[in-house]
Every structure is written in structure tokens, then in C-alpha cells.
């Protein structure tokens, strides 16, 4: 009887423990970016979490024109990846991770950071986080967003 309990209540807490580490971050989501140009869709990927471009003003680019690769000039920006790589450090804090700077053409070292449930902090650098700029994402919902289309 005893035994059966302690492997009831070993599954029960195996059963908790994987819930634990595929719930949600609170980084996932909608995240309209500082310039209100975009919208950036941060779910889980892989073993971290990655981000791709969800919605684009009208005026917007449409192509990833200045992609260093020329072959890769052409390919939508819509639905382009440029948020990859992170290592989750806590709840609400990523590291380790890598940010595509379309409109340069430019990859960066960077780190995610929650502020709030709605604010999160972006920070691209060379190097070390000294030598970077940090942008203020605000969270949104698709409710004024539609997901744009190559």
C-alpha cells in the first residue's frame, strides 16, 4: 500500500514537473516593436525561444534587401526569423540569443528581458551588453494586428 502511494505520488510529480518546463514564458507572445513598424511573434523554438516578424506597416519594406547574402535579398520579410538561440536564465530572462537587424542587413548578440507582462525589454550588441542599444517592445494582441502574408 505504501509503495503503491510513493509511485503515485512520484508520477504525480513527474507529471508536474514536465508541465512546469514546457509552460509558457511570459516573453511569448505579440510584441509591437519601439518604432511601431512591426510586430514580433516570440514563441518556443527549438530548445529556447525565437522570434519572427508577424505584421509590417503598409508602407514597410516587403523584402529583405539588405541581406548580406544577395541570394537571400528577396525573401519576404514577412514571417522572417530575427530572434533565435536563446538560453532561458529565468522566467522572463533570455540570453545567449541573436538578433537579425533587417533593415541593416545585420546580426547581433542580444538579450530578452521582461519588464512586465506587457513590456519587454530587447538589447542587440557587439561584444559585450555595454556596447549595444536596447529597445522597449509593448505586448499586443492579433485582435489589431492580422498576421501579414509573403
Not at 514580433?40 to 505584421?55: H, P, R
Amino acid at each position: 500500500m505504501i509503495k503503491n502511494l510513493k509511485m503515485g505520488a512520484l508520477a504525480l510529480s513527474l507529471i508536474f514537473i514536465s508541465n512546469v518546463s514546457h509552460a509558457a514564458d511570459i516573453v511569448e507572445g505579440l510584441w509591437l516593436i519601439e518604432n511601431k513598424r512591426a510586430v514580433i511573434e516570440i514563441k518556443e523554438c527549438d530548445k529556447g525561444i525565437c522570434g519572427d516578424i508577424y505584421w509590417l506597416t503598409h508602407d514597410a519594406r516587403k523584402f529583405d534587401s539588405s541581406n548580406p547574402d544577395e541570394s537571400l535579398r528577396n525573401q519576404p520579410l514577412c514571417g522572417l526569423r530575427i530572434l533565435w538561440g536563446f538560453d532561458k536564465i529565468r522566467e522572463g530572462k533570455w540570453a545567449n540569443g541573436r538578433i537579425y537587424k533587417a533593415d541593416e542587413g545585420d546580426v547581433y548578440r542580444a538579450l530578452v528581458h521582461s519588464i512586465d507582462e506587457d513590456t519587454l525589454k530587447v538589447r542587440g550588441f557587439v561584444g559585450v551588453p555595454m556596447f549595444g542599444e536596447t529597445q522597449i517592445w509593448s505586448r499586443v494582441t492579433d485582435f489589431n494586428y492580422d498576421r501579414c502574408e509573403n
